[in-house]
């Protein structure tokens, strides 16, 4: 089971505000788990016509949503080709997407919107990250159960963000002892 939820207004929006030449904004997409048997599917971007008074930037306006079941491409594809189709006098070479790293939803993005421009999100590259790397660092034998696992943001240059450091626990300097068990 599935079900497309917009308004008209959103559309014209994205088509608005996301579709600019120069200064557009991103249609960000998140899949959020757990809403039952059900997932939602919720695309998001800033309304550049209005802003905040106590930031002076831009709100962030709830775009068309999508209520499914399964999370396969087939799935994905119904959602972004039935937002791409009425998109159709739009710009969307100019369309930049953002969204995380599932391997369906990048997809059915890349086919619906051919395109347009498609970046990963870093909070969730980050997140996920240090998910999998807590994960497997708790599954080492040599490492006594009771120690909780450190994570050094120098331990990986190549990341190319700032872990920050109450979120994941980090310590700038490795302590001199962090061999000994």
Known sequence: PSVILYTDEQLQDIGLFCCQENEGTILGVDKTYNF??????????????VVRTDTAEPPIFLGPS?????SDFTTFDAFFSHIASHLSDSELKRLVVGSDDEQALRKSIQRSFPGATHILCTRHLKNNWTSSWFSSISKRQDRPAYQKPRLYSKACPEYRFKLDKQQC???EQPSEDRNKP
């Open 66 to 70: 999508f209520l499914h079941g399964k």
């Open 169 to 171: 626990g980090v310590n």
């Open 36 to 49: 039952g048997q059900l997932h939602l599917t919720t695309t998001v971007f800033k309304n550049l016509s």
